[in-house]
DNA sequence: CATTGATCAATGATCGATCATATTGCTCCC
DNA sequence: GGGAGCAATATGATCGATCATTGATCAATG
């Protein structure tokens, strides 16, 4: 979404604020604002983000975009210190890998806390997993991407603890692996044959599921 | 902190505004504020928090209270609906205990990494187990809690990956085990024995070590 | 020439006021 | 009585303006 719409955009969606997921409030909408253009390069890593410019841009005013930057900063995507103001946090490879032994450790307390209830979902996790299939085969990375992700977000949830679906959540798994394909040109991965295995290891509650999980988890790491 | 006080440590504050750390602006000491309002019982579980009752009763603006309550939104001690504002989140029993696999899940993952440069520590972590075993003897629980959770965050930061100990951070644990201890009455424990004997796990690179630290950890959950 | 201090522009931090929404309480009609 | 409007109020969300800090520039000084 181009500036020159975001009034327009706005307009709408007080229009339809009947979705309690939608009404989000400006500050959701100039956050999005901000991670596609850092997405689609328009402020390069390190390069400082300016509040009142794009308040001006938008035809908004400071604080929702100041509120919007403290959003992202809790994604890790920017960094500000007081005084200061906001930049585009410099990721390095070394960042985007410390994702995975944190994404690993939840993911395999995750199983761990879901392995008695997964079994009862190894049917929707195996309608994802074709999906999945599909997705490889007609070669839609995105798609892949997301119900690749979705398949983990399935186990977490399925845990039943909140905090921890919150902190996986938090890790904002989605953005990350966008920004690092199409920052580092990683190689995508088709996974559905590994997730194949762990739907098995679910289905008869292996006790090894988690552990097969964590390391599921660590081979997708750089 | 009172109110009434509010301003003359502000002025106090700015004045001494040379250690980086604690030029932390206005919305810290707001949250602060709020934290204590919440410890102390000024407000109850469930109760609302308006915005604008605090920026009056300490002589600020909204905004700087808005972005104390976002802050308190994100350590889950307050929860918000969009245009209806902030109360104190009604944590239950369940609440606290989803707290304990998240944090054991973290710090095996810390371990695991740790592991090769912990052995390096041991001493430290032991001056810092004397220390804990003094304030038991002496029974002064908060030191004693607060040293026994640096004993834990000495593990997590010695792992060496910035992503996991800024989530492990995020949980609060300080926060929310002074909050269960006020609120639940919770025993009180002395760990400086099974610390011991994990230092001792960490010495030798024990391949448990990661599983023992977990262990330990489930061991707080009630 | 390096260093120090003054000045200024840029911009984050905060403020006071206004707009928009949710809630409350009241009226009126059935 | 009791529920469907409807006004009044409380308060979150946003705005436009001001204050305060930072970093840059540059002159004065040793």
Redesign the interface.
């Known amino acids: 979404m181009g500036a020159a719409g975001f009034r327009a955009a706005l307009y709408h969606w007080r229009v339809n604020a009947s979705d309690?997921l939608l009404?989000?409030?400006l500050s959701a909408q100039i956050r999005e604002f901000i991670v596609e253009g850092i997405t689609a390069g328009r402020w390069e890593p390190g390069e400082r983000i300016v509040e009142r410019r794009i308040a001006t841009e938008l035809g908004v005013s400071q604080?929702p975009v100041r509120?919007a930057l403290?959003q992202l900063e809790?994604l890790?995507l920017v960094e500000s210190l007081?005084?200061r103001g906001a930049r585009v946090r410099p990721f390095t490879e070394e960042?985007l890998g410390?994702?995975f032994?944190?994404r690993?450790?939840?993911e395999?307390?995750a199983a761990?806390?879901a392995l008695p209830r997964l079994a009862a979902r190894v049917d929707a996790l195996e309608r994802h997993n074709r999906r999945l299939a599909e997705a490889a085969e007609s070669g839609d990375l995105p798609e892949q991407m997301r119900l690749s992700i979705d398949f983990h977000r399935e186990v977490v949830e399925t845990a039943g603890?909140?905090?921890?679906t919150?902190?996986w959540e938090?890790?904002g798994i989605e953005l990350w692996t966008t920004l690092s394909l199409r920052l580092h040109q990683t190689e995508i991965y088709s996974k559905s044959a590994e997730h194949a295995v762990l739907i098995e290891a679910f289905r008869r509650q292996d006790p090894e599921a988690p552990r097969m999980l964590h390391d599921h988890v660590m081979n997708y790491a750089p």
């Open positions: 309690p009404r989000t409030g604080g509120e403290r809790a890790r007081p005084n960042d410390e994702i032994p944190v690993a450790g939840l395999r307390t761990e806390l603890n909140r905090l921890l919150s902190v938090s890790l």
